[in-house]
């Protein structure tokens, strides 16, 4: 594989780090559930959701006055083999209220850990497992 290659296939799963971050904050979860595959995982610091229609189900559940901001940083890829790779992620997580046109925040900020396995398939990179683990709270 060349170094081009390589790394067009790390910029895809980094690319996947930060459109799942636009897209659950947007709440767009059709794009947020195109970036897993079929038999997907979402473990949400030890609640494990698998397969598409049961992360589909957590997202559905989220309350809509709630308004979500996370900010990606250290994204880091590394190839397990020419289809497979592993992810870590730092993220920024800020919430708040809908109240107005601007969200009003209703807590400190935290940091959680996206710790990934990603997987090409016919449709390019996706997200095959995702844990979210809490690293500093207020």
């Given amino acids: 594989m060349t170094m081009v290659l390589q790394l067009e296939d790390e910029a895809a799963c980094m690319r996947l780090c930060v459109d799942f971050a636009n897209h659950l904050d947007a709440r767009d ?7 897993f595959t079929e038999d997907g995982s979402l473990d949400r610091m030890g609640t494990l ?15 809509t006055a709630v308004v979500t901001r996370h900010l990606c940083t250290n994204i880091s890829v590394r190839r397990a083999s020419g289809d497979e790779a592993t992810g870590l992620c730092y993220v920024l997580f800020f919430q708040g209220s809908a109240d ?4 009003v925040m209703s807590a400190p900020p935290s940091v959680v850990e996206y710790h990934d396995r990603f997987r090409r398939t016919a449709t390019g990179w996706k997200i095959q497992a ?7 709270r207020a």
């Fill in 29 to 35: 979860y059709p794009r947020v559930l195109d970036l």
């Fill in 49 to 63: 959701l698998t397969g598409q229609r049961e992360i589909a189900g957590f997202l559905d559940a989220r309350p």
């Fill in 100 to 103: 107005g046109e601007t969200a």
């Fill in 130 to 136: 995702r844990r979210i683990r809490m690293a500093m």
